[in-house]
C-alpha cells in the first residue's frame, strides 16, 4: 500500500475569519464552493461529487479558527483539515489546507484544492 503524503496549503482570503468559518464548518457552506451537495447527519457529513457520496465525520472545530473532517473509508487516520489564521500585524486572513494524497497524486491534490479554493474565493466575493 502507498504511504499518504501530508499536503500543506496556504491562501490569502480577503474576507472576517468568521465569515470564512462559516463556509468551512457547515453544509450550506461547504456546498458552495467543496462539493455539490453537503448533508449533515450530526457530526457526520455526506460529501457529494457528480452523483458520488463520501462520509466524513467531523472530528474537531475551533470556533472561527480550525474544523477537521475523518474519512470514514480511511483507515489510516488521514483527514482534512481547515485552519484559519489572522496575522495581528496586518489584518491578512490566511487558509491553511491540511490534506493527506498518495505520492504520485501530490500534484493533481494540489491542482484540486487550487480550483476549490477559487471557487470559495469567488463564493466570498474576494
Not at 46 to 74: C, H, P, T, Y
Request: one cysteine or more; glycine letters at 6%.
Amino acid at each position: 500500500m502507498e504511504e499518504k503524503v501530508k499536503i500543506s496549503l496556504e491562501y490569502v482570503m480577503k474576507c472576517s475569519p468568521k465569515v470564512l468559518f462559516n463556509r468551512l464548518s457547515t453544509a450550506a457552506g461547504l456546498s458552495e464552493w467543496f462539493a455539490d451537495d453537503v448533508r449533515v447527519s450530526g457530526k457526520k457529513f455526506a460529501f457529494v461529487w457528480e452523483g458520488s457520496e463520501q462520509i466524513a465525520q467531523k472530528s474537531l472545530q475551533k470556533e472561527g479558527s480550525m474544523v477537521r473532517f475523518d474519512w470514514e473509508n480511511e483507515d489510516d487516520g488521514k483527514y482534512f483539515e481547515f485552519r484559519i489564521n489572522k496575522d495581528e500585524l496586518t489584518g491578512d486572513v490566511s487558509l491553511i489546507i491540511i490534506d493527506y494524497a498518495d505520492e504520485d497524486e501530490v500534484d493533481e491534490t494540489k491542482e484540486l484544492w487550487n480550483s476549490q479554493v477559487s471557487d470559495l474565493k469567488h463564493v466570498l466575493g474576494s
